[in-house]
């Protein structure tokens, strides 16, 4: 297999390219250096032949026909996601959920099967019993680090869906292996790349066949807009865009912009995010409270190797599970206590914050009910030796 990370000779490094891709048409004069916000529902033509052509050549060539087939805006951020990615192209999404939702209408119909891993996003594991099930498709899940998959497929299984690390423990599945076994059985093999971004980990690389990232986190990176990606390879493409048009799916040029703009500094903030989280995980490490710090980087975690073969870094995520002696009461002191952690769903922007999870919910394969609470901590921009003396601080005050 080849190394994920190697850069292409031919190609210009990561880096180089995201300051390259998803950039302005060309104009009389100069140009700027940041693609133009273009909002537009109708969309004017010189004559009939002139439309008729455009209409012709959209499913498979990028025409400005209509506001809902995108913009130069959204075609800008679209680029710019497939380069990341590595994808043959990209659709967007109101919200990284739209797009999860998304893959399960496009690749799946009644009477298939579906296996997902036991590490998703929560609201996707939902998707299984609210919208799967009364439409007649069937779903497994499979333990997070992928073992035991084989014995779970089906001959009606035809997507396998994958999180890779997992939601908030941040377990490691081997995707080339898992990518070998679903193909041999005539499946896709989708995954969220939310945590890796495209810059930490990259899936269509590692062997799957459709991504799909919540733009939401570290793509905008500021806490302040929501979207959602699928990029795929070029077989792949056809279904979810044929449902995508079919649907009306598209995103305001706004955010679509904000996104593209958030990009340009996503592998900056992801090295500084990646220092800081490394330097709470080991302190953590070392408090009497913690059972375990959960966080691909760290040479104790489950998976580890995995992620070095995988991954190019790791981002501001972690979590820790406090030793199981330790109660409810003073975990919400713990988590009150913070003043320089946000208390709100989500992470990926500048800033650091703080969610109390709850593992026996959000795994059914693995059995969490005799270990302690686990805190998810996203370790933002602020001076690590600051968010060090608000934990400190806050340990002191669950013991009240
Ligand atoms: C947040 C998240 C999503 C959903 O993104 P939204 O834009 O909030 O809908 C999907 N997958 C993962 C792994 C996430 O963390």
């Known amino acids: 297999m080849s190394d994920p990370h190697k850069e292409d000779a031919a190609a210009q490094a990561l880096d180089t390219r995201l300051t390259r891709t998803g950039k302005s048409p060309a104009y009389f004069g100069g140009t700027p250096v940041n693609a133009p916000l273009v909002r537009a529902s109708t969309v004017l033509f010189d004559s009939v032949a002139a439309m008729r052509d455009t209409r012709a050549r ?13 913009t130069p805006t959204t075609f800008a951020l679209e680029d710019a996601v497939s380069e990341l990615e590595g994808a043959y192209r990209t659709r967007l999404f109101p919200t990284g959920l739209a797009a999860i939702g998304m893959v399960l209408l496009s690749y799946l119909k009644p009477g298939d099967h579906v296996l997902m891993s036991d590490s998703v996003y929560e609201p996707a594991r939902n998707l299984a019993h609210s919208f799967l099930a009364p439409y007649g498709i069937r779903s497994s899940f499979f333990a997070a680090d992928g073992s035991g998959i084989e014995d779970l497929f089906e001959p009606a299984t035809r997507l396998v869906y994958a999180e890779c690390p997992g939601s908030l423990v941040y377990e490691m599945c081997d995707l080339p292996k898992l990518a070998a076994l679903t193909h041999a059985r005539g499946a896709l093999l989708a995954a969220d790349n939310t945590w890796g971004s495209g810059v930490q980990y990259r899936p269509l690389a590692l062997g799957a066949d459709i991504s799909t990232m919540a733009a939401t986190k570290y793509l905008s990176g500021h806490s302040d807009v929501m979207l959602g990606t699928v990029a795929t390879t070029r077989e792949a493409w056809q ?5 995508c048009d079919a649907f009306g799916m598209t995103v305001s040029p706004d955010d679509a912009w904000l996104v593209l703009r958030g990009m340009r500094t996503l592998s900056a903030r992801l090295q500084m995010h990646e220092r800081h989280a490394l330097e709470v995980a080991h302190w953590l490490q070392a408090r009497p409270e913690v059972a375990a710090v959960f966080c691909p980087a760290l040479p104790r975690h489950p998976g580890h190797d995995i992620w070095q073969r995988d991954c190019r870094g790791t981002n501001g995520l972690l979590s820790f599970e406090f030793k199981p002696g330790i109660g409810n009461a003073a975990v919400e ?35 969490w009910s005799a270990r302690g609470a686990v805190v998810r901590l996203h370790i933002g921009l602020e001076a690590p030796a600051d968010l060090l003396a608000d934990l400190a601080q806050a340990f002191t005050a669950a013991k009240a």
């Open 58 to 70: 959209r499913s498979d060539e990028r025409a400005f026909s209509y506001g809902a087939r995108g």
């Open 239 to 243: 279904p979810l865009n044929e449902r």
């Open 333 to 367: 002191r713990f988590v009150d206590a913070l003043s320089l952690f946000g208390r709100g769903s989500s992470w990926g922007g500048y800033e650091s914050l703080v969610a109390w999870t709850h593992m026996r919910a959000a795994r059914s394969v693995t059995d």
